[in-house]
């Protein structure tokens, strides 16, 4: 299983489009890593997780082919995660669609999708596959475990995930904050070959030990050493930190002076890790 980081920001992205803070100043200067569109990720060629609003230009860089997207899989219905007007396009009198997509998400997902773009999945030629967490679906030669997430409220409805594909397991656990006990106890279950892991609060030091909703880096730390506690990873399994706000001063020299010493990778635009 190949994952590539389309993105690597929070909500706003990095730099923020309308910000003039000193991070986001410095970001235009510097470009490069400090450059970071909405969080989404690339499954192989075939699976996108989540599709925000830079998805096209997402897939431009890095060479995907919609007409061979099979799924594209929902962490929630927040506005970086999922861009309804794309989907519009689907419609017959816009494009000669020839093969259908499955969405797999909540029910706030699905509902977002229908409700904004004006047509049911159907019209769209889109499957819907509702999700909620605990739930386990195999798709083909992926399989999915749901986790709830700690954010949207702790509602439920914004989800992390397992993949799993040729025996590999990667863990994407992206806006959430600290978990309730019963994911610790359904993730102890699992051996992951990757972890992916929330950051959004980056290195500020007010928000170093954030962990509702979000988290900030001490508690991303925090997160990685429990599930090497819980046997989920080993001290070789590669961790990474991803989903980062400027309000975090997330510039990547900053992130990584701080997550390297405690050998976890900072996420970036365009890294790959091949499980
Ligand atoms: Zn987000
Ligand atoms: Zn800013
Ligand atoms: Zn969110």
Same mark, same amino acid.
């Given at each position: 299983?190949?994952?590539?980081?389309?993105?690597?920001?929070?909500?706003?992205?990095?730099?923020?489009?309308?910000?003039?803070?000193?991070?986001?100043?410095?970001?235009?200067?510097?470009?490069?890593?400090?450059?970071?569109?909405?969080?989404?990720?690339?499954?192989?060629?075939?699976?996108?997780?989540?599709?925000?609003?830079?998805?096209?230009?997402?897939?431009?860089?890095?060479?995907?082919?919609?007409?061979?997207?099979?799924?594209?899989?929902?962490?929630?219905?927040?506005?970086?995660?999922?861009?309804?007007?794309?989907?519009?396009?689907?419609?017959?009198?816009?494009?000669?669609?020839?093969?259908?997509?499955?969405?797999?998400?909540?029910?706030?997902?699905?509902?977002?999708?229908?409700?904004?773009?004006?047509?049911?999945?159907?019209?769209?030629?889109?499957?819907?596959?509702?999700?909620?967490?605990?739930?386990?679906?195999?798709?083909?030669?992926?399989?999915?475990?749901?986790?709830?997430?700690?954010?949207?409220?702790?509602?439920?409805? +914004?989800?992390?995930?397992?993949?799993?594909?040729?025996?590999?397991?990667?863990?994407?656990?992206?806006?959430? !904050?600290?978990?309730?006990?019963?994911?610790?106890?359904?993730?102890?279950?699992?051996?992951?070959?990757?972890?992916?892991?929330? +950051?959004?609060?980056?290195?500020?030091?007010?928000?170093?030990?954030?962990?509702? !909703?979000?988290?900030?880096?001490?508690?991303?730390? +925090?997160?990685?050493?429990?599930?090497?506690?819980?046997?989920?990873?080993?001290? +070789?399994?590669?961790?990474?930190?991803?989903?980062?706000?400027?309000?975090?001063?997330?510039?990547?020299?900053?992130?990584?002076?701080?997550?390297?010493?405690?050998?976890?990778?900072?996420?970036?635009?365009?890294?790959?890790?091949?499980?």
């Amino acid at each position: 299983m190949k994952v590539t980081l389309m993105g690597s920001a929070a909500a706003e992205a990095v730099p923020a489009l309308w910000c003039d803070c000193d991070v986001c100043r410095q970001a235009r200067r510097n470009g490069g890593k400090d450059i970071r569109m909405r969080t989404s990720y690339l499954i192989d060629r075939d699976t996108m997780v989540d599709f925000g609003p830079d998805a096209f230009s997402q897939t431009l860089r890095y060479g995907v082919d919609w007409t061979q997207l099979r799924r594209i899989v929902f962490t929630h219905a927040h506005e970086d995660h999922l861009n309804p007007v794309e989907f519009m396009w689907r419609e017959p009198s816009y494009s000669r669609v020839t093969s259908r997509v499955k969405i797999i998400g909540s029910p706030r997902v699905l509902a977002r999708l229908e409700r904004e773009t004006g047509h049911t999945c159907n019209e769209l030629q889109l499957d819907p596959v509702p999700v909620g967490p605990g739930d386990r679906l195999d798709d083909g030669d992926l399989s999915l475990l749901c986790l709830k997430a700690n954010h949207e409220d702790n509602s439920g409805q +914004a989800l992390n995930f397992v993949l799993s594909r040729g025996g590999k397991n990667l863990l994407i656990a992206n806006d959430t !904050g600290w978990w309730d006990e019963e994911v610790w106890q359904q993730i102890a279950s699992c051996r992951l070959d990757a972890a992916i892991i929330d +950051a959004t609060m980056g290195v500020a030091t007010k928000y170093l030990d954030w962990r509702n !909703g979000h988290m900030g880096a001490r508690t991303t730390t +925090a997160f990685r050493d429990k599930l090497l506690q819980l046997g989920a990873i080993t001290p +070789a399994t590669p961790v990474c930190a991803n989903h980062f706000s400027h309000n975090g001063e997330a510039l990547h020299h900053r992130l990584e002076d701080f997550f390297a010493p405690h050998r976890i990778m900072v996420g970036y635009d365009g890294m790959t890790l091949t499980l």
